[in-house]
């Protein structure tokens, strides 16, 4: 719905019209007062173009807004009901609009009537019951020995994921799960993606973000490049600006990835920690199979790939720009709360016995 001018505007933007000015020269006049208005607005109060300024124009009252039917009828409750047995259902807000229904009464009929759920679509890792037990040990280790109370002040956590020019535009990310109706266990988005595609590496810590690290095109990330291009700027750049003095308090969290683990990764932390007394998660407390454990996976890169979902990014500098533009909106009291999300997952993952937790309920609604 477009947003109503005040009268203020309108007046002044008649004035300047009548002077003569061009509607580029009234979009100027306005913004010198403050005003923010486009172009094709003006030319709208310039040209009378609107349902109000025509009605005023005859010395008509303005038009009444239609309210919306409070009916459902059987055709609509079933044109509902095929609507959002699809795949990619349409938002409520468009099903409400396409049968001039309040959205407070198609949520209703879904819930109501037609007795539906909305479920999240989920993307998980398959478990052997190796990685269960290991979930249940290291989940639980993790918290007690790092996390517990103040202790993820001096936590950093960081993980590197891929980012598509396809992830912008995205498809809707629920459906609508009909009684009696088989329901897979975890329903599944992911699709293989073969277009534009960068690598970008990101870090959280208890005092504030690092910055994005973008990796090349067609580099991969073995040992040698982890630690030159990556641990390095973050552990011995970055961390010593947000903890001067305290690097010996500082523990590393990374996921078990094969530059994580391997043994000149194992050597670099070694040293790291002869230098500076900073720690790096050992592979034997790495919950593996775990990124409903990880802070980078469950808030930052979702968040990040959340922001592109609704964006129009053309180009791949495009979504890099609009990454770093949205990375650096986090702020100290998101992280508070991030942080203490990820304590309660590390702990439910254990009560869950190792198992996946990514649909337990109310674990989506959980605001940061």
């Not at 300024?53 to 009252?61: A, D, I, P, T, Y």
């Not at 396809?166 to 629920?174: T, V």
């Not at 702020?331 to 508070?336: K, P």
Request: aromatic content about 8%; charged content about 30%.
């Amino acid at each position: 719905m477009p947003k109503k001018l005040n009268s203020e505007v309108e007046y002044l933007t008649r004035n300047y019209s009548r002077e003569g000015l061009s509607i580029r020269a009234i979009v100027k006049k306005l913004e010198a007062s403050d005003h923010q208005i486009s172009k094709s607005t003006v030319s709208n109060i310039v040209n009378c173009i609107g349902n109000r300024r025509n009605h005023k124009l005859v010395g008509m009252s303005s038009p009444k807004k239609p309210q919306p039917s409070k009916k459902v009828t059987k055709d609509i409750l079933r044109k509902i009901d095929l609507l959002t047995d699809k795949e990619n259902p349409p938002s409520q807000s468009f099903i409400a609009k396409k049968f001039n229904l309040a959205q407070t009464t198609v949520s209703f009929v879904i819930r109501k009537k037609l007795g539906k759920k909305i479920k999240k679509k989920t993307v998980v890792h398959a478990l052997k019951p190796s990685h269960i037990a290991n979930r249940k040990k290291n989940s639980i280790g993790l918290y007690k020995k790092r996390l517990a109370g103040q202790k993820s002040e001096f936590v950093v956590t960081l993980d590197e994921a891929l980012f598509f020019l396809d992830d912008c535009k995205g498809s809707r990310k629920i459906y609508y799960k009909k009684p009696g109706k088989l329901d897979p266990e975890f329903m599944t988005v992911k699709k293989e993606k073969f277009g534009k595609k960068f690598m970008v590496v990101g870090a959280i810590s208890g005092r504030g973000i690092l910055p994005l690290i973008k990796v090349p095109q067609n580099v991969k990330i073995n040992s040698e490049y982890y630690i030159e291009n990556v641990l390095k700027p973050f552990l011995e750049v970055e961390i010593p600006k947000l903890y001067p003095g305290e690097e010996s308090k500082v523990f590393v969290h990374h996921d078990a990835a094969s530059s994580h683990t391997s043994k000149k990764t194992e050597l670099y932390g070694k040293d790291l920690k002869e230098r500076l007394g900073m720690t790096i998660i050992p592979t034997s407390e790495i919950p593996v199979k775990s990124p409903d454990t990880s802070p980078m996976d469950f808030f930052g890169f979702g968040m990040l790939k959340q922001k592109l979902h609704s964006r129009k990014a053309s180009t791949m500098k495009g979504v890099w720009k609009l990454l770093q533009k949205e990375w650096n909106k986090i702020t100290l009291e998101m992280i508070g709360k991030v942080f203490d999300s990820w304590k309660w997952r590390l702990r439910l993952v254990n009560e869950k016995n190792g198992e996946q937790i990514e649909q337990t309920k109310k674990i989506h609604k959980r605001k940061l």
